[in-house]
């Protein structure tokens, strides 16, 4: 292995959401954090030079994205990972994943419209959709002995809806890591074309993937690609939130230049970050090799979690996921509240770890913990979780 994923850097300091503002979340400060999902690894050396190489050069003017070093590198990414043709067309900058998917509810809905989403889900969907005026339509995963399915008779039902006029698919999902396979991909393409729903993908966890499982670009379902959009970015894999910038993928002209007058004249945004574009550029053409490294060093992270677990603490059920580097555990066999779990997690374990209900009323039973750290760290979680659950019982001793 080629990168030291051991390697322990401090992040305290540096404005960290993680790390510095643990306590807006938390209510405490001084926690160790397993919260937000980005990672505590730094990243590829290739992303580190082009950006030092940049950074020496001294000018910042503003900057294009529309040319093609930036649209070649995400078409002969998703050549190499999903061998999935995309047209350079189709490619627009953006300046994050959520404002992609905000903007996009933006365009193809109006107010009171539904948007459909598959709960447990990413808690950042339901405060666009409602701050959005629309209305959140929940089509709950079925959990089952540990694994999760999609209800596909309630699906159709919520798109056939009158009012349902977008379906906002989390591919990986997140949180709870299902990799879709390509005939669930299939069916939930086929139902939205049949009650004509457009589908907004988010595939920002797609590089993430563990073995035994495939991930399958939406466009590769497609039955008429101008019904649905990819949203995602390198940020999530590379560990590069920070720097800005992400991508949509929309094979509409009429969307998509909808989407781009928007984001030039409604929000001013049409000039990149010259260090965001710069370290997409370089992980889609450089840094193939890291990805493979990280995704074999989290797995090993999640491997530790579920022996860990077993051991210590049997009561909390865990299945090492098909994507991300996040654990979703199960600590419904416990006796006690989310709110009591997580008030021993922050005051006795000194922990923070995100309580399943973030991601909706069907993830109350859950904790989320991020594992893209060093396995030090991640140990020391372990010790501080069971610490806090150790609490928790002796108290009713």
């Not at 459909?116 to 990413?122: E, F, G, H, L």
């Not at 720097?243 to 049409?270: H, M, V, W």
Request: charged share 20%.
């Amino acid at each position: 292995m080629q990168h030291d994923f051991n390697e322990k850097i401090d992040r305290r300091g540096t404005f960290c959401t993680q790390w510095d503002y643990v306590q807006d979340r938390f209510g405490e400060k001084d926690l160790l954090p397993f919260s937000i999902s980005d990672t505590d690894f730094k990243s590829p050396p290739e992303i580190l030079q082009a950006i030092q190489q940049r950074l020496q050069h001294g000018i910042f003017g503003y900057t294009r994205w529309n040319h093609s070093p930036f649209k070649d590198a995400i078409t002969q990414w998703y050549k190499k990972r999903f061998v999935c043709p995309i047209q350079e067309d189709w490619i627009t900058y953006s300046p994050s994943v959520i404002y992609s998917v905000s903007k996009l509810i933006e365009i193809m809905t109006e107010e009171e419209d539904q948007v459909v989403i598959q709960t447990p889900a990413y808690d950042a969907f339901f405060k666009t959709i409602q701050d959005n005026k629309r209305i959140i339509s929940c089509n709950e995963l079925i959990y089952h002995e540990g694994a999760y399915s999609i209800d596909f008779s309630d699906l159709e039902e919520k798109l056939a809806h009158p009012k349902a006029k977008v379906l906002l698919l989390c591919s990986p999902h997140n949180p709870t890591g299902r990799v879709w396979t390509r005939d669930e991909l299939n069916k939930i393409v086929a139902l939205c074309n049949r009650y004509d729903v457009y589908i907004i993908s988010d595939e920002i966890h797609m590089d993430i993937i563990h073995e035994g499982n495939t991930h399958t670009p939406i466009v590769q379902s497609a039955i008429d690609p101008n019904t649905l959009c990819i949203c995602s970015s390198a940020s999530k894999t590379f560990n590069t939130p920070g720097l800005g910038g992400s991508y949509c993928l929309i094979p509409d002209t009429d969307i998509r230049e909808a989407f781009l007058i928007s984001l030039k004249n409604k929000d001013g945004l049409s000039s990149a970050s010259v260090f965001g574009m710069e370290a997409v550029i370089t992980a889609y053409t450089q840094c193939e090799y890291w990805v493979d490294e990280l995704v074999e060093y989290v797995y090993g992270n999640l491997r530790i979690i579920q022996l860990f677990l077993k051991e210590h603490l049997p009561m909390l059920s865990f299945h090492i996921p098909e994507s991300t580097y996040l654990a979703w555990i199960d600590v419904s066999q416990l006796p006690y509240s989310s709110n009591q779990i997580q008030d021993a997690l922050v005051h006795q374990g000194k922990v923070a770890i995100m309580p399943g209900v973030t991601f909706g009323e069907s993830g109350s039973c859950f904790i989320r913990l991020n594992v893209g750290c060093p396995e030090a760290k991640l140990q020391e979680g372990l010790d501080r979780l069971k610490s806090a659950i150790d609490y928790l019982e002796n108290q009713e001793r």
